[in-house]
């Protein structure tokens, strides 16, 4: 049974949407601009054009800085206890 494309609005039967030939099922995203779902592995919106910044932009960075933070303290607690 056909559904519509949740980037374009086309009908797919498949996975693959005939119109805009991206996979219906990929994991999609919501633009801040307009409010059109793009799928994650593009850099800009399939609708406006604007460009995606990446979700683990500074994400990545507070991971490991806790990462390190909880070595430390680990280190610190572990002599003190010596």
């Known amino acids: 049974m056909p ?5 374009c609005s086309g009908q797919v039967a498949d996975r693959i949407c005939p119109d805009c030939k991206r996979d219906a099922t990929a994991p999609r995203r919501v633009c801040r ?7 994650t592995n593009e850099q800009e919106c399939c609708h406006c ?3 995606i910044k990446s979700e ?3 994400k990545i960075p507070l991971i490991i800085g806790l990462f390190l933070a909880a070595i430390t303290l680990s280190i610190i607690l572990q002599l003190a206890t010596n």
Request: charged fraction near 15%; hydrophobic fraction near 35%.
């Open 3 to 7: 559904r519509p494309c949740p980037f």
């Open 33 to 39: 601009k307009c409010g059109g779902m793009s799928p």
């Open 49 to 51: 054009g604007v460009a």
């Open 56 to 58: 683990l932009r500074w």
